[in-house]
């Protein structure tokens, strides 16, 4: 990948990012004083945060029962952050210190680091006031033939996810409403995330002025078309039907499903990848905002 | 959605794929991506409503959702489809 040590804007960015990383370092493992419990008559996530908000099904639910929901759908947020952050920090691994990202390189060692320690955190939130971590099924993605897609397709699917992330979290963070341990985890999660988007998008900018030197009109059709449906799957992963039987719901597939069709779900949908979707269309990634259906 | 589950599987990933205009019983869903990562999800919550089978995400067999033959086989074999 031969380019990025010539971008002076980006060899500067990453000097700066990992010199906030490096004055910022703190110990996770001391960070966080950890409740031996969560109370249970509280939400434990941002109420307009929930799959259920503004939709039909949200009215047929006592406030016992939003609260139950909320302890679960956290519980499932952090969860998708500790699956999600495995398999970033296998693909990062998989680059640093290899031929085309020698620049980057120093930066993915503080990314590893921090992305490991909020794994961490993630999974000990999840274990301790969950008893479990919730994960789906292991189907592992073929990679793309051209590895200049495949880098480009793996480095925007890590900033989509931690831009849906971030969305949460710093909702959350701002949230006086809900407990203190569960804003501070998403404080802590959204001060180091911010680093981490601030790189990502100036790699996507730059892998994807690369590509699109000489890809075709088709290629940028496809990689369009697979990133929006990397967004829509990533939304889907909030509507977890293993949460709605946790949480006592009957009929959970039916449940996932009247949630899934109601109108109001699109616009909260939509302010949650606000943010990314902007900045594929800026990009030139995106043609338009259109996302597909699943 | 209508038409026996087989049909309505097929028509699911037929769908989402205008390319493909049939696909056989033992054809690989999965090596050949018409089900990728991204769809399997969905997919098999499809399987688990049709089927009537609480289907645990965390301990499945892949392989049971390889082709749409095997798939009636573990999940519709009561003679359903």
């Not at chain 1, 004055?23 to 409740?35: A, H």
């Not at chain 1, 949200?58 to 947020?77: D, M």
């Not at chain 1, 709605?244 to 009957?250: H, M, P, Q």
């Amino acid at each position: 990948m031969p380019g990025l040590e010539q971008d002076k804007r980006f060899v500067e960015i990453l000097q700066r990012l990992v010199d906030k990383s490096v004055d910022g370092y703190y110990n996770p493992y001391r960070e966080f004083t950890w409740p031996d419990s969560l109370p249970d008559d509280r939400m434990w996530m941002s109420e307009d945060l929930t799959s259920t908000y503004g939709t039909e099904v949200e009215a047929e639910l006592s406030p016992a029962e939003r609260c139950r929901l909320s302890r679960w759908e956290s519980i499932n947020f952090y969860s998708m952050n500790v699956e999600g952050i495995r398999e970033l920090i296998i693909e990062v691994m998989r680059r640093i210190h290899s031929r085309g990202f020698e620049v980057p390189s120093d930066f993915f060692h503080h990314f590893i680091g921090e992305e490991n320690e909020h794994m961490w955190f993630f999974a000990e939130f999840c274990l301790r006031y969950g008893g479990k971590i919730y994960s789906g099924p292991k189907l592992n993605s073929i990679g793309h033939k051209d590895p200049r897609v495949e880098n480009f397709l793996v480095f925007s699917k890590i900033l989509l996810f931690e831009e849906i992330v971030d969305y949460y979290n710093m909702r959350m963070a701002a949230d006086d409403t809900l407990h203190e341990t569960i804003r501070k985890v998403n404080r802590v999660h959204h001060e180091d995330e911010s680093r981490h988007i601030a790189f990502g998008r100036e790699l996507v900018g730059l892998l994807y002025s690369q590509l699109a030197v000489d890809a075709s009109a088709e290629q940028r059709r496809d990689i369009e078309e697979y990133l929006k449906r990397y967004i829509v799957f990533s939304l889907r992963s909030f509507y977890n039907p293993q949460v709605y039987r946790d949480a006592g719901i009957n009929d959970p597939l039916g449940f996932r499903e009247r949630l899934l069709a109601d109108p109001a779900r699109r616009d909260a949908e939509r302010k949650s990848v606000r943010k990314p979707m902007a900045f594929m269309l800026k990009a030139g990634i995106f043609a338009d905002d259109l996302l597909p259906t699943a | 959605m209508s038409g026996s589950a087989p049909e309505q599987l097929k028509k699911w990933i037929l769908d989402r794929h205008p390319e493909v205009p049939d696909i056989e019983p033992d054809f690989d869903l999965l090596e050949n991506r018409l089900i990728d990562s991204l769809a399997f999800v969905e997919f098999m919550l499809l399987v688990s409503r049709l089927s009537g089978e609480d289907i645990d995400m965390e301990d499945i067999d892949i392989d049971d959702f390889r082709t749409l033959h095997r798939i009636e086989e573990r999940y519709f074999r009561a003679g359903v489809l």
